[in-house]
Antibody, heavy 117, light 107 residues
């Protein structure tokens, strides 16, 4: 069955960096575009970024453009989110997700990132 | 960027009620819209894809309609397990954007 497992969250100070990982299994990872979505405590969902199946195309939300970088390693079935210059407003649960136009989508359980001094 | 305006932001209803949630896009997005249900502490789950197609295993009391700029999610007869927060997501043009969410509460 499809599984997405995020890791790498934690408590960091403003201005610092963090890299999240998402280990995928149960499907052919290299065939699918992948997303990161976040949710600040008590707030709604915010789409963050997408990477094409082959890594060649990427899009970002304006709120993270220039600070966050999405990448993938298809040989390791792993998705990454490099987060630099973190701000308190980046505090959120970060989900990786396989969202397609049709059919079923799949989400991980999320990993909490807290940016606080 | 495309803005998704979702209404209402909250809704109080009773078991058995019919409810409708609306998302309006700031420009046309064809039918590239999904509806999600999220319960506290859980990841979202997509109920409807391509604006009106029901995900396998989702009860038929859920339905979606619309195309272009106006979309609706309808729950025909609310069940206790349907009390949750609902979001729309457009993925026609990136950046993708969620609606602000609708919290459905028990009256």
């Amino acid at each position: 069955q499809v599984q997405l497992v995020e890791s790498g969250g934690g408590v960091v100070q403003p201005g610092s960096s963090l890299r999240l990982s998402c280990a995928a299994s149960g499907f052919t990872f290299s065939n699918y575009d992948m997303h990161w979505v976040r949710q600040a405590p008590g707030k709604g969902l915010e789409w963050v970024t997408i990477i094409a199946h082959d890594g060649n195309n990427k899009y970002y939300a304006d709120s993270v453009k220039g600070r966050f970088t999405i990448s993938r390693d298809n040989s390791k079935n792993t998705l990454y989110l490099q987060m630099n210059s973190l701000r308190p407003e980046d505090t959120a649960v970060y989900y990786c997700a396989r969202i397609t136009s049709l059919g079923d989508d799949y989400w991980g359980q999320g990993t909490l990132v807290t940016v606080s001094s | 960027d495309i803005q998704m305006t979702q209404s209402p932001s909250s809704l109080s209803a009773s078991v058995g009620d019919r409810v409708t949630i609306t998302c309006r896009a700031s420009q046309g997005i064809r039918n590239d819209l999904g509806w999600y249900q999220q319960k506290p502490g859980k990841a979202p789950k997509r109920l409807i894809y391509a604006a009106s197609s029901l995900r396998s295993g989702v009860p038929s009391r859920f339905s979606g309609s619309g195309s272009g700029t106006e979309f609706t999610l309808t729950i025909s007869s609310l069940q206790p397990e349907d009390f949750a927060t609902y979001y729309c997501l457009q993925h026609n043009i990136y950046p993708a954007t969620f609606g602000q969410g609708t919290k459905l509460e028990i009256k």
